[in-house]
């Protein structure tokens, strides 16, 4: 099932979407809290069974939390997209709630590239667009290393050649 994630701003525009690997980084992130969780349910539920027959529930409910929250998740990275346009880059994000953040090049102060020891182990990182206004700071993580290099130097080329249009 291939549903159309445009927005109206950028109905006709095509996204680049971030790699795969950010989907997976995202889920071994979120289940680092949910399987210890889960391995200390299964123990007690096999010491405690004859006495607590319903504590196998709860790790029936922990794995049905990992199994749902890892479809999101993955879902969630799918819908991160950011377009390169003329004079502005748009970013979107989000399933439900969707997302829209057009960055004009003119306005752009710096370009960064993160990429913490987990993202240098999946060969990402994350570019990060800072302006002179707080609220048009945007993101765009799991970017593959080369591309966010790439991304980077084309847009603080484009704020430098737009910046001096003002």
């Known amino acids: 099932m ?86 502005d880059l748009l970013i979107r994000r989000g399933i439900m709630f969707h997302k829209a953040t057009v960055v004009p090049y003119g306005r752009l102060q710096f370009v960064d590239v993160d990429a913490g020891p987990i993202d240098r182990m999946f060969g990402l990182a994350t570019v990060k667009l800072h302006t002179a206004s707080a609220a048009t700071d945007a993101t765009i993580p799991g970017l593959p290393r080369a591309e966010a290099d790439r991304l980077r130097d084309s847009l603080a080329g484009l704020g430098q050649a737009n910046l001096a249009g003002l």
């Open 2 to 87: 291939n549903r159309d994630l445009s927005f109206s701003i950028g109905a006709d525009v095509p996204f680049n979407r971030v790699s795969p690997k950010y989907g997976l980084k995202e889920v071994l992130a979120s289940m680092t809290l949910l399987v210890p969780m889960l391995i200390v349910a299964v123990v007690f539920a096999i010491i405690f069974t004859a006495d607590v027959p319903w504590l196998h529930l709860i790790w029936i409910a922990i794995l049905a939390y990992g199994v749902i929250s890892t479809i999101i998740v993955l879902r969630q990275a799918r819908a991160i997209g950011y377009a390169e346009r003329e004079d």
